[in-house]
């Protein structure tokens, strides 16, 4: 009986999840416990060490994003103040293109003159209608306007259109005759 009931006990005891064990079984499980919790231990550590290396690598990443960040508003400023260096630049550069082409075209006038006279082979000297002592008649060609002739002849405009009568210094036409002022 003694036999039965200690099988009951053993069964029960394996059923309910229990076993009894003997002083030395316990000492085992007790060391096999504390081993588990140092091994948990190692192992949280461990995680708590990659979980500070993540963050230490976020925040860098995050000072990296910010640095691009301002690094290309700053390179946005930059491109933007130089274009606008470059456009005054341009702006500069016309105006001396400008400048240039009154200048050669002055220069021209002045050696054509000197080459074909001052009737530009078209005209002759005269006595002018305006009451100038002494003028140059000259033929309206196609595409002259009074300033280019006045350039050619180093007169003004004004002294041309007064020298003629003209009313509209804007409505000549090819073949008018113009008397120019000396």
Known sequence: MKLLRYCFVLAVAMLAGCTTSSPQAGAV???????????????????????????????????NQFETREGSRNSVEALSARMLRMEEQIGALESARQKDREEISRALSEKLLRLVGPSGGRGTTSRPAGGSEYAYEHVVQKGETISAIAVLYKATVEAIVRENNLRNP?????????????
Not at 172 to 178: D, F, T, V
């Open 170 to 182: 804007d409505a000549i036409r090819e073949g008018q005759k113009l008397y120019i002022p000396r």
């Open 29 to 63: 499980n007790q060391m096999r416990l504390k081993s588990d919790i140092d091994n948990l231990q190692e192992e949280t550590m461990g995680i708590n060490g990659r979980l500070e290396a993540l963050e230490v690598l976020q925040s860098e990443l995050k000072k």
